[in-house]
């Protein structure tokens, strides 16, 4: 987990009136130079200084590739990734060659599916510009604002609901030894007692998939290996959103962090930042973000977490999901994995856009104590060399995590009865993974 951070900066476009009517977008899609992508791409570097942050605004909120293509096309840019964001999700997919509006929709419903929801609105992306851009863009058909403006004054937040909470102090872990001597599953240990504002489950499943990087006229021509974790969390049996302290002031954080201890990185690891995609079922109201600064892990570590800055806007019980998928290392099959949960101060002005949090949530480091109690947990423990591809569960008060064999199925304590219920409150469990 990072625990200091160094902030950057991304110019941000703002399309101020872009395609109002049908016969604007027509116009649009005229300037085009084609419907296609015509060039492999991967995921830009947000602190180039020639990349740009292209999105809908005013009445259009959403729109089509095809349309971002077009506006991009005016400011001498490439679309590199496209946004989606709403109240189902966040996320954010790479462009291939050959690329359609029809492709991108199912490879970005496939991506969504993974983290449980629904594929949210197209509102924007990523672009690379061949040179700086001015201050201000006017044509026939729209008018684009550029500044190093960092805000996003559509980002309003929400008042959180009023939540009926559990005790803080009730007894969260009376059942833990009777699912054991039951099930045989993991006993408690006070060291795993994670505190109540803390997630309560945790799931990380990795696998291998190929996945298509050249089309041409809709069909594959070209694919490449890529590496998938997904990982969950659930606020409950005794745990609680609503017991997240000083929310505007504190943000939560969780996530992998994957090791290569042979070679301090020469060989790289299993999961890297490379063509890298996410999506997840946090609502945009929290203000979800890709934790992609790293410049404090050492040379031998890799972090995948992912931010969430308001965490009173999400709903405890519900499963959260972050989905991740980027190009996978030839040289590592596995890699040993930890996974953390950690409270990280808001340092971010009101409304910075989601592209800077990672590099503002946490900012200070040790510059303000954490009186609540413990800032980080840690979740599953890299000493105990479990790796990745593969599937792992971690409860708050559990012994040791769970680990599944690939492609296998376990049963488990339902999260949400657990550890209150029954030990017979249980059900199966299924990993997909896969280590080839």
């Known amino acids: 987990m990072q625990t200091s951070k ?34 492999p ?21 959403s729109g089509s590739l095809e349309e971002l293509m077009a506006a991009a096309s005016l400011v001498d840019s490439d679309i ?44 924007g992306g990523l672009v690379v510009a061949s040179h700086p851009l001015p201050a201000e863009v006017a044509t026939d058909t729209s008018t684009f604002s550029i500044s190093q403006d960092s805000t996003d004054p559509s980002a309003a937040r ?42 309560f489950s945790y799931r990380g499943e990795g696998f291998n998939l190929n996945r298509c990087v050249q089309l041409v006229n809709g069909t594959c021509q070209r694919t490449t290996p ?21 929310e505007p002031n504190w943000g939560f954080e969780f996530g992998a962090s994957v090791y290569n ?43 995948h977490e992912m931010g969430i800055r308001y965490p009173h806007q999400l709903i405890a019980g519900a499963e959260y999901v972050y989905s991740l998928s980027t190009e996978r290392n030839p040289s590592r099959s596995s890699s040993v994995f930890s996974a953390a949960f950690q409270a990280v101060h ?6 910075t856009i989601r592209e800077r949090l990672t590099d503002c949530m946490g900012l200070s480091g040790d510059s303000y104590a954490f009186p609540y109690g413990d800032q980080s947990e840690t979740v599953v423990n890299s000493s105990r060399n479990l790796t990745l591809p593969g599937c792992t569960r971690m409860y708050s008060g559990w012994a040791r995590p ?35």
């Open 80 to 123: 590199k990734t496209v946004v989606y964001e709403g109240d189902g999700g966040v996320g954010q997919l790479v462009l291939i060659e050959g690329d359609t509006s029809t492709t991108v929709l199912e490879r970005a419903d496939e991506l969504f599916a993974s983290a449980k929801t629904d594929t949210p609105p197209l509102t």
């Open 261 to 303: 201890y042979a070679a301090c990185g020469v060989a790289g690891f299993w999961l890297n930042p490379a063509y890298a995609e996410w999506a997840t079922n946090v609502p945009v109201a929290a203000q979800p973000y890709q934790d992609t600064n790293r410049l404090f892990d050492d040379c031998s570590s890799m972090s």
């Open 158 to 199: 929400q008042a959180p609901a009023a939540a009926a909470l559990p005790a803080p102090d009730g007894p969260r872990y009376v059942n833990w030894d009777g699912y054991k001597a039951i099930k045989g599953w993991p006993g408690y240990n006070s060291v795993n007692e994670w505190e109540g504002f803390y997630p």
């Open 226 to 246: 890529r590496a998938n974790l997904v990982q969950s969390i659930v606020w409950t049996g005794g745990s609680h959103v609503a017991y997240w302290p000083d």
């Open 41 to 61: 791409f991967e995921a830009p570097d947000i602190t180039d200084e020639n990349v740009y942050s292209l999105s809908f605004s005013g009445d259009k909120e």
């Open 6 to 39: 160094k902030f950057t900066a991304i110019t941000a476009i703002t399309a101020v009136a872009l395609l109002a009517g049908v016969g604007d977008a027509k116009a649009f899609e005229q300037s085009a130079p084609s419907n296609t992508i015509s060039a």
């Open 346 to 351: 808001n340092d971010c002005l009101p409304g």
């Open 402 to 436: 769970l680990r599944f064999a690939n492609g296998g199925a376990m049963e488990v304590p339902t999260p949400m009865t657990a550890p209150f219920g029954s030990p017979s409150a249980s059900s199966w469990d299924t990993c997909f993974s896969n280590d080839w």
